[in-house]
């Protein structure tokens, strides 16, 4: 694999992760949205549950994928967004406490304590993952603008898909939704683009490594696929409620 | 502090939280993927609920773990990018295939393996979980070749001040990486299997004080089946880390690992090695004692004060694996790649300051998280395997939970006679 195919997989895994975990994020951060009971929370964490492990592993996979294939890239970035890295791992740490956390307790204090902690947590995982895209345009506005338009477009997207799971809408909010959150991700890589092959590794070096990412693509697709098809499915009978 | 001092300090104190984790997933994994096979094959209801309960603890404790991983990943980046520029290509090269591929698969089938609880015939959903060991294995290995690496270099060679690598397998097969891979798997067995053991001997030490009677909460035979399993796997652990112990001595340098800080990495050397003897030694007796449940018939004075100390005992092989992790990565000070890259070359541009701002924000909130999570960990093993919510209906769970009769119904779940005939959708 050359460096622009390197590029567009680092694309590919960056909007799976948006769509994916985007979701799972919009979701966490209405949890607490006037009017709802706990009856709802509950189930609304059920709608996305099933998605928050096979969803988080993409943004590790891209932060992979700039380790191995483009770490000059990746220190260039982690400088230049310190901050926004260090909120983006911090929220995202919470935030998954706090779903697998949050309904181990029956008490209601506890409950309550987590879902604040994740709606704060969802809400500055997009806003920094949002940022940090916006440092890649190499300027303040952008940061700013990006990562408010990943915490709206979040939460567009996580009604969407809980709407969807709880069976009671068509397909095509889902579609339209998640090419919504997709776009800032696209269009980040294409003004990131010259920058980011700059930062690539060694012909021989990239070579290898894919040929080891093609062959373990067929397990990766297939596992994702039975992710994907368990979602897909209306919350029923023989769901799991863990969260 | 410098900026330096900092950033080493940070990457530590993460790394150990995210290890305490890891030891456990590793340990814990093999069984209950044993566990979860016999009630695929046998269908007994006592391999359900071991298979539910261990998973559940497995599950919680998982969690944190890809947290801390998550948090110590990106440390790469923000703090020792000179690493990345140098040796990235070698030292990134494995970590990739661990995020694209091995942990990838395994977080994707762990979650298949939880919320498809209900949705896959048994010998699948069994396998899931063996795929899971087996991905998450292979995790670890990968992480090892990297650090393996960083102690012993080999394979690679620099160009221009970059380091290429020249032969994949002298990588791969680094003994640095390999015996020492060994030396961790031993350890996470002997971790697992005193967990096994601790979490057990406590609930049959309530089960005894109860004057033997069976009482609702107490499930003896979860509890002596899974003494049993941690007694194996805490000895087969303490064999396995003693063997491949001694064989890392036969790519170190043992004055080179002494010279910048001779007494932690000394006392950490003892340390093991007593602790592993010991563990040995207690593994091979309380086996002998297995031998026709020699162990639960034991004078009731005698083996209540044996269990204390069995579950008392928890923390000891996680405190001995963190003296052991910093044996290593201190016995390679001053160099983060032995002979070739100082530390002190590699450390970003950050000032102190807001180094010290990352340190206290991020070190804060996972050992937070960490203190939470283990403590929700010891009231999910004081409750036992009464409402168990891995694997549970979702009916029940959201019966138990106090929800009302139309959600109920979605779930299957009818209220009084009458009601749950009716059909939801077309009753509204
Ligand atoms: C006779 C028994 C043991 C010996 C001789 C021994 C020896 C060693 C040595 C020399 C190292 C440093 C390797 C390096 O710097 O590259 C090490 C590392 C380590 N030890 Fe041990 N050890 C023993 C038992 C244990 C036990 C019982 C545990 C855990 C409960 C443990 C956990 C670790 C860990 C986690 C590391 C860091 C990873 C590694 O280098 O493999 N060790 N051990």
Redesign the pocket.
Known sequence: MSAPAWGVLLTALLVGWVVLDGAVQGVGASLLRPGRTAEERRLLLAAVGPLLLPGEVWLIAAAGVLLGAFPHAESELAAAGYPAVVALVASWAVRDAGFWLRSRRTSVAWRRRWDRAIVVSSTLLSASFGALLGVAWGNAVAAVVLAVVAVVLAGVHGRAVAARRLGMTARLPLWLTSGAVAAPVVATMAVAWPHLMDGAVSQEALRGLGIMILAALPALLLAQGAAWWMVARRLGPKDVVFF | MTAEDLARLQFALLAAIH?LFV?LTLGLGPVVAILGTRWAVTGKAVFERATRFWGQIYLVNYALGIAAGIVLELQFGLHFPGLLDVAGEVFGAPLAVETMVAFFLESTLLGLWVFGWHLFPRWLHATLFWLVVLTGYASAFTV?VA??FL??PVGFELVDGVARITDPAALILNP?AL??????L???L??GGFVLVGVSASRLRRHASAGGKVSADVDEDVWRRSMRAGIWTGLI??LI??????A??S??DTDA?MATYPGL?GS??AI??????L?ALAGWVLALLLIRNALFRLRPGLRHGLYRVMAVLVP??????????????L??QPWVVTGVLRTSDVVSGQPASAVLVSLVALVGIMATLAVLDWWVLTRLAARGTERLVLGAPPGEVLRDDGAGADVLLRFGVGGPAGVSGAAPEVAR
């Open positions: 290890f030891l090892m650090n393996g102690r012993n640095a015996v020492s891979s060994f030396h961790v031993g350890a996470c002997i971790a652990g303490a880390a003693t063997g491949f112990g001694y890392q001595f790519y170190l690992s990495v950490g050397w093991m090695e007593m602790f592993a003897n563990a000891a092989p996680f405190v001995v694996a963190i003296l052991g992790w910093l044996s290593r990565e016995g390679r």
